[in-house]
């Protein structure tokens, strides 16, 4: 009874810590770019018109969902019984603070693979529509479909936790970061405007990196850029949409009439 009592609240304070880290960030960029410079900027979004509040709405109950089993997920790998077989540990002198800070980076490049692979795979027309089509509901995304998916991604989704957990020593501290990380590029993924600036998807660093501009191409046109944080995969697998260079350099390039 005592475990149980202790394993439903640590639970509670789980979904707490996932749903508020999602409402923060979404609702910061809600309220500068979708109401405060809603009109003043709007020359400036990626696809001129604003979506409607019945996509908002089903973004954030699908959102809301999402954190439930994110939760579940995160209790399960570390509160259950079956932690004791991962490699998570929690004495930061174990393995250093340079250690857990690299770590950090590695499990970024790592969801990004993951992620790229996974994302491939729920596009195959055998599992799109009981997947990934919730997802794709939102094909002019706002902040709130950071985290819009259907039950069973949310499962796939939340899959790179436990990849995480089982392939290296990891302190909580960094899956920590990454989460925050996770979470800032995803809000920045779904925005509906560019932040970087002009020329910057064919620098010489920045052509690696993804941007809004590469994953709202992703949300209006179904096929192509499926990476994450980085363009590593799409360049190197020919999925980068062909028209993502041009649609970059429009964006960032427009003027305030
Ligand atoms: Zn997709
Ligand atoms: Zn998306």
């Known amino acids: 009874m005592g475990f149980y009592l202790l394993g439903t609240k640590s639970f509670w304070a789980i979904l707490t810590v996932v749903f508020l880290r999602y409402l923060v960030f979404a609702v910061l960029a809600f309220i500068v770019f979708y109401g405060v410079k809603k009109h003043a900027w709007q020359f400036w979004k990626i696809q001129n018109r604003f979506p409607l509040r019945k996509d908002y709405v089903r973004e954030i109950v699908y959102s809301i969902v999402t954190s439930f089993i994110f939760a579940g997920v995160g209790f399960a790998v570390f509160l259950t019984p079956f932690s004791a077989?991962?490699?998570?540990?929690?004495?930061?002198?174990?393995?250093?603070?340079?250690?857990?800070?690299?770590?950090?980076?590695?499990i970024i490049f790592l969801h990004d693979t993951?992620?790229?692979?996974?994302h491939r795979l729920i596009h195959h027309k055998s599992v799109y529509k009981y997947v990934h089509r919730v997802h794709h509901l939102s094909t002019n995304p706002s902040p709130w479909a950071a985290m819009a998916f259907h039950p069973l991604e949310a499962v796939l989704e939340a899959g790179i936790i436990v990849v995480v957990a089982f392939a290296f020593p990891v302190?909580?501290?960094?899956?920590?970061?990454f989460l925050l990380f996770m979470m800032i590029y995803n809000v920045y993924g779904h925005l509906g405007y560019e932040l970087y600036p002009n020329g910057f998807s064919k620098g010489l660093v920045g052509r690696w990196i993804n941007t809004s501009v590469n994953h709202n191409m992703h949300h209006q046109y179904f096929r192509g850029n499926y990476g994450l944080y980085f363009l590593f995969w799409d360049r190197w697998l020919g999925t980068l949409h062909p028209d993502y260079d041009d649609a970059f350099g429009e964006t960032t390039s427009r003027k305030k009439p």
């Open 85 to 106: 077989y991962t490699q998570v540990y929690y004495k930061v002198g174990d393995y250093g603070w340079g250690y857990l800070v690299l770590s950090a980076i590695l």
């Open 114 to 118: 993951y992620f790229y692979w996974m």
């Open 171 to 177: 302190h909580p501290l960094a899956i920590g970061i």
